[in-house]
């Protein structure tokens, strides 16, 4: 599937709360969904972004700190598997209309190809919805 976000770094480290295999998350995104970014003292080590369901911690960092949901602003879509869950953050598509209303993924299929999308600040992952969009 095509992917919007090129320049997307491609580290993983082990979640603090799971031991999920975690990707790696730019640090502009994290600072767009944390509810008091300007506590952190320093951005300048590597950030993650833990997807699992069950797990609480939403971004942890190479130097030790976690973020659990409560520290996040986002209600982060991929760990909620409710119906009314964000699928699509950049144009506000939820599990619910990704299922009912096949012309929302086609809409932010062609979004997304023609660059229009905005996951790296939107999306808690920082990354592309398309991978998290229910499978038909
Ligand atoms: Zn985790």
């Avoid at 979640?15 to 320093?42: D, M």
């Avoid at 598997?81 to 086609?106: F, M, P």
Wanted: hydrophobic letters at 25%; aromatic letters at 8%.
């Amino acid at each position: 599937m095509s992917n919007c976000c090129s320049n997307e770094p491609s580290t993983k480290a082990k979640c603090p709360g799971c031991r999920t295999s975690s990707k790696e998350v730019q640090s502009s995104t994290v600072k767009h969904h944390l509810k008091a970014p300007w506590k952190i003292k320093s951005w300048s080590t590597r950030l993650y972004f833990c997807k699992s369901k069950d797990c609480d911690v939403v971004y942890f960092s190479e130097s030790g700190d976690s973020f659990r949901q409560s520290d996040v602003r986002t209600a982060v879509g991929q760990k909620d598997s409710s119906d009314l869950a964000t699928v699509c953050y950049c144009y506000g598509v939820t599990r619910q209309e990704a299922i009912s209303d096949d012309s929302a993924k086609s809409f932010v299929l062609s979004e997304t190809k023609a660059k229009n999308c905005a996951c790296e600040s939107k999306n808690p992952s920082g990354r592309c919805c398309l991978p998290d969009f229910p499978k038909n």
